[in-house]
């Protein structure tokens, strides 16, 4: 049987694994952190297209128990005038799983729940720093080498281990770095603020300075977030800007609006997080003989499209179903990057091109992100929620 060394524990390493149970190979997946997921506090959507790839694998049950859902989203000025209102994406194409908003951490839970039920091991605090092609007695293996002076060795391995990925530049030394969009998303929970919000609704605010979204959980907590103009902020170091200063800095962004933004953003207690927003355009080269990226070590998109965990999803399901039908790895990676690179590119340049929209304080009706179909046609919303995987 095929062994796949799966670099990353998040989100993409978790379904990666279960994809590749379902295609008849074995995996073990090596995590750089001591336990758990990064970046805790933010929260995310799963839409229908990244929900659907997980029925693929039968594993869509645990995210849909611990989610809520929105129906709608709705588009409010800086003025507090109402510019219209649609469904999201994905809840009119008739499907019984539209998207679901959880925190990050929630969803990295449960996959990895799911994935140890199915008896998928997990290596914590397996930094990777090298690895190596050889030639043996029975083919070609790959040699993966960590922090800790440990060793792993199969049959391919893959790159699952996101926007900083160890496994792009040993790829290729040359791949893009990440770019830092001169945005930083903050997100915040809060049950103290008292302003009308309408049920099952995303409330989208298009600020002169900033860009708020928010919607209210099943049991009336409003969780938000904001798309802020600031520098790249430190990774390496511990967080130096306490919710305080995140609140006061937010809030202030909203001060001039006639909006619920800074009143909700005020009511804000502890429960805040902020970090930078990147994209990479695009990677030339997603693989090896024996190596692969996916998910954001392959195409990071800015979060305005919130599609980075449902491209993950995608990634992984297609990726398995392509080892599980080609000979080799390398052209099982070959029919991968060409089932997935226009359409992902494609998400990428609509992200940013709804990155750029909403920095720029419009107060008219939301226009048309580049990269995306004109509103209206036939394959607006369906280019994106509407794709599905057959397995």
């Given at each position: 049987m095929t062994k796949a060394l799966i670099i990353g524990g998040g989100i993409a390493g978790a379904v990666t694994a279960m994809a590749l149970h379902k295609a008849g190979i074995d995996s073990e997946i090596f995590e750089a952190y001591p336990t758990g997921a990064d970046d805790v506090g933010a929260f995310l959507v799963v839409f229908a297209n990244g929900l659907e790839a997980l029925r693929v694998i039968d594993a869509h049950g645990p995210v849909v128990e611990n989610s809520f859902p929105a129906q709608r989203v709705e588009f409010v000025g800086n003025d507090g005038a109402r510019l219209g209102e649609r469904p999201i994406a994905g809840t009119e194409q008739g499907t019984d799983l539209g998207p679901r908003t959880l925190r990050r951490a929630t969803l990295y839970q449960v996959l990895h729940a799911e994935a140890a039920r199915r008896g998928i091991a997990v290596r914590h605090g397996k930094r990777l720093v090298g690895a190596?092609?050889?030639?043996?007695?029975?083919?070609?293996?790959?040699?993966?080498?960590?922090?800790?002076g440990s060793r792993a060795e199969g049959d391919l391995l893959i790159g699952a281990d996101g926007l900083h990925s160890v496994t792009r530049t040993l790829i290729d030394p040359a791949a893009p770095q990440p770019r830092h969009t001169g945005q930083n998303t903050v997100c915040g929970y809060t049950r103290d603020a008292e302003v009308p919000l309408a049920p099952d609704t995303y409330t989208m605010i298009f600020g002169k300075r900033a860009f708020f979204g928010c919607t209210r959980a099943p049991d009336g907590e409003v969780w938000w977030f904001a798309n802020v103009p600031g520098t790249e902020l430190d990774r390496t170091q511990a967080p130096i800007t306490t919710p305080e200063t995140w609140r006061a800095r937010v809030a202030e962004?909203?001060?001039?609006?006639?909006?619920?933004?800074?009143?909700?953003?005020?009511?804000?207690?502890?429960?805040?997080?902020?970090?930078?927003?990147?994209?990479?355009?695009t990677t030339p080269t997603w693989y090896t003989d024996t190596m692969v990226v996916l998910g954001?070590?392959?195409?990071?998109?800015?979060?305005?499209?919130?599609?980075?965990?449902?491209?993950?999803?995608?990634?992984?399901?297609?990726?398995?179903?392509?080892?599980?039908?080609?000979?080799?790895?390398?052209?099982?990676?070959?029919?991968y990057e060409e089932l997935r690179r226009e359409r992902v590119e494609k998400v990428v340049a609509a992200s940013a091109g709804m990155a750029k929209l909403t920095a720029s304080g419009a107060t008219g009706r939301p226009a048309r992100p580049e990269g995306a179909p004109e509103r209206g046609s036939a394959d607006a919303d369906n280019w994106l929620t509407g794709y599905r995987i057959t397995w």
């Open positions: 190596e092609t050889v030639d043996g007695a029975d083919g070609r293996r790959v040699v993966a080498s960590f922090a800790d962004l909203f001060s001039d609006d006639d909006t619920p933004a800074a009143a909700i953003v005020r009511a804000t207690g502890e429960g805040i997080i902020a970090s930078s927003a990147y994209d990479i355009a954001d070590a392959a195409h990071a998109a800015a979060p305005n499209a919130a599609q980075g965990a449902s491209m993950a999803i995608e990634d992984s399901v297609v990726l398995a179903k392509c080892l599980r039908d080609h000979p080799d790895p390398r052209s099982a990676f070959a029919a």
